[in-house]
């Protein structure tokens, strides 16, 4: 089956920085990879995903760059706010009855 | 309108309790799935209906029973837990396309169980 790693577990930027996370995957089969932003006590909501037919797509201050090859993908925001604070959970899948394998996540903090 | 609704929010119960998770969702999709949240773990996947067909992950202790009555409807039903399956038990649906494809997930707030 798919296994997703990602990384960094947490990270701190400082208002206006960029932040990073990276995801890696195992399944070469694998062509669908979203990106899931929770506030805290809130629900999971979709910011940002890729099909892998595309290697880079952006939404504003979003971004995400897939290499197939390298079988990893990022999530990219820049100029980060305070409201950005939150976990991100990367997935990978896609390719049976939707089901799709999670990362661990990132907690995000922005300090204003 | 929220598009996936569950209830309760919040459920404590004793271990030889029996108790059911609600999940509806009123997108009109055509898959449903469970998924348990825990502390520091990746959101697991518990249970898919999708085109009223049951996918589930084979690890899933029998304790946990899903029920999906139609389209828009999703249940879980517990028995026996153990204090370890205290988690947040996620539902969502989305729109699969041709022969599975992903859609986007539309989660709803959340079932907080504990397990005592």
């Known amino acids: 089956g798919e296994n997703v790693e990602q990384h960094p577990s947490t990270l701190s930027v400082q208002e206006g920085d960029s932040a990073v996370i990276k995801c890696t995957y195992s399944?070469?089969?694998?062509?669908?990879f979203p990106w899931y932003k929770q506030e805290l006590g809130k629900r999971p909501q979709l910011i940002i995903d890729?099909?892998?037919?595309?290697g880079e797509k952006k939404d504003q201050r979003i971004a995400v760059t897939l290499n197939k090859t390298a079988k990893h993908f990022s999530l990219h925001i820049t100029e980060t706010q305070p409201e950005d604070s939150a976990v991100y959970f990367c997935?990978?899948?896609?390719?049976?009855?939707?089901?799709?394998?999670f990362g661990q996540g990132t907690i995000l903090t922005v300090h204003p | 309108e929220t598009g996936v609704t569950q209830t309760p929010r919040h459920l404590v119960m004793g271990m030889t309790n029996k108790k059911s998770l609600k999940c509806e969702q009123h997108?009109?999709?055509?898959?449903m799935y469970w998924y348990k949240q825990s502390a520091k773990k990746p959101l697991e996947l518990m249970f898919v209906?999708?085109?009223?067909?049951?996918?589930e992950n084979n690890s899933v202790p029998s304790r946990f029973s899903p029920e999906c009555p139609n389209s828009s409807h999703l249940f879980l039903h517990l028995h026996t837990l153990q204090p370890e399956d205290s988690a947040l038990y996620l539902c969502?649906?989305?729109?699969?396309?041709?022969?599975?494809?992903?859609?986007?997930?539309?989660f709803g707030e959340g079932s907080r169980l504990t397990v005592l």
């Open positions: 969502a649906s989305s729109q699969d396309r041709s022969q599975g494809e992903a859609g986007e997930l539309f």
């Open positions: 209906y999708s085109l009223e067909e049951r996918v």
């Open positions: 890729i099909r892998s037919n595309v």
């Open positions: 399944d070469s089969a694998s062509n669908y």
């Open positions: 997108l009109g999709h055509n898959a």
């Open positions: 997935g990978a899948g896609g390719t049976s009855y939707g089901k799709l394998t």
